[in-house]
């Protein structure tokens, strides 16, 4: 259609331009340039736009042959410019040599330094190899190097009268080159260098504004005819495209005159081009497209409705599982590899994060205790390399400092292949069950002990009576002079030493009382350190208490004193050459809870890390000479009581502090049932 179009408007626009009556001979030419314009319209639209590049290639390469010459001009002379601006610097670098030579020999002429000779000899030496380089530039110019040469021989003219001078004054013989330069001939000679260097540098400013003019030139010539060329090469494209673009944008407006007569919903019938192209090709396989499309469509509205209810229940199920997910009890976790891709509310709120905020999914492993962290990214990087499932147990520090631990499990998702693709992995708080199991552990041992205290107070207490008594009659009965009094004497301390542990067993295993009350902690660690004065100045130990003298602690003074007592000594057993003993109190909550933070730090020699996990255990000691490993035990049973907590870090050769924490108000005083 727009081909018959373009071929019928053919011979009416030759008629106008030829501007001559209708006759044979029009007519043949205008069949002639229909079959032309046939050829023309079924040729591929490549070949039309390879026949349309023909018209810039020759153009372009009239235009570069012409560019070359031009360059080439360009070039020799920016080769002269380079020339006389390494000339110029050769020049000027001369020049300043031969000054330094002559401010030298004046320098040491006048001061007889050695000092000043150093710049004559750095520039008698460099004037050669500078002359040289400045006659080879130069060669090819005859002035110039005329200039450069005269200049040569007057510089080795002053140099042989100098160096000649500078002989005489190493003699000893100063009054010729004083002479000499009164009589101002060394700066005659200078004068006259100057007067040469000058004309040589005139006649260089010369050779370069010659040179930036016949660049000038050549590039004005060389901008002209490209611009021309260009000008023209557009000119012939914009007609061979004119052209080109009547022969298809003709065929795609009738196209889209089509398409655009159809409805909204059904696409049109496209009509089909007698053409041997891409755009006959083209109408061929839109014609088949909108037929099949008609055919799909009916179907497509067939299936929209059940499309539309299967995402509606998609969407409700997708809402439910999320909202399971996300207020599930436990955390919920997946990861890709080592990274992690997902993670819901509870392992935020279980890591101490707040769970409304955004962060990235891996942010809970930064709250993973750091004695776990480690551990755990290596133990489950092995499990992912190897595609097993992964168990562990680790602990998490949140941000107000509480401990959570916590059971995990990750479980490998398979493909089809039998390769694990991710993990899902889920995050059980096991807290309260550890610390029951602690407590239940802690209960049943305090209870055997505490059996076994009664029996050794039965059985050992009333016997240990009757033989102090004794020993103590025996002992009052023998002459202090006889030698078994000595032996009553270890009967009698060694009887006192084992009553002492009878006590503590029973100290340690009775039920407990406490009678709390209000009380300024200040007064009670002046207490401790009064009943420690004798020992503390006996092994010099320096004693610092940071802490506000208004803090108050409600608990059983006694046994709270007891407690501090207990520390104490342990830490000057720790000291005994001497050192500094630090208490520090502070008030601090934990879970929300008022409390008071009290702190004892030594600066002994410190605890293994592998014993300091069970300083708290009945009967375990470090090594002490005297003590039944009962007196950290009984701390934490009297701590317990009051519903506190205490704990030790200690650091090899740098000592060790107790934290012992204590709340403000205690709701009951526990019983020794309780206790145990």
Known sequence: MATDTFERAAPAQLTRLLGAPYDDRRERHILMWRRISRLFNDLPIARKLLLTSL????????LGLDAYERLEALREDEEQ??????AQR?????????????????GYVMTRQEAYLVPSRNAHQHLPSVEQTLLGLIRPHKSQYEAIEQAQRLVSQM??????LIQLVKTGRTAEALHYIEQSRGRALMQLIREHMARFDRLEQEALNDALANMATSRNQMVAHIMGGIALVLVLLILALQLIARSITGPLIGLAKSVRSSDALLPADVPVLPRQDELGELTRVMSTMSRQV??????????????RELNKNLAASEDKYRNIVDHAPFGIFTTSGMTITFSNRYNKSLAGMNPDEADEPEAFRNWIHPDDRDRVLREYEQAVADGMPYETVFRFVRPDGTVRKVLSRRIPIKNEAGQATTYQGFNVDVTALDDMQTQLSRAERLATLGQVAAGIAHEIRNPLVGIGSTASLLRDEIDPSDPKRADLDIILNETRRLDRIVNQIIDYARPRDLVPATWLFQDAVEDVLKLLDARIHAQRITVTHHSDHAITVYADRDQIK?????LCHNALDAMPDGGSLRFDA?????????????EIADTGPGIPSQALAQVFQPFFTTGKRHGTGLGLAICRNIVDAHGGDIALSSQMGSGTTARLWLPLKTSTSMTGEEIL
């Open 586 to 598: 502070s008030a601090t909550s934990r879970d929300n809870k008022p409390g008071v933070l009290i």
């Open 81 to 86: 410019l380079d020339r006389v601006y390494v």
């Open 90 to 106: 050769a020049a000027a670098e001369y020049m300043r040599l031969i000054v330094d030579y002559e401010t030298g020999f004046r």
């Open 294 to 307: 008609r055919e799909h469509f009916s179907s497509v509205q067939k299936n929209q409705g059940e499309l």
């Open 159 to 164: 140099m042989e009268e100098k160096e000649s």
């Open 55 to 62: 018209i810039p290639l020759v153009a372009f390469l009239v």
């Open 562 to 566: 007891q407690v501090l007592l207990n």
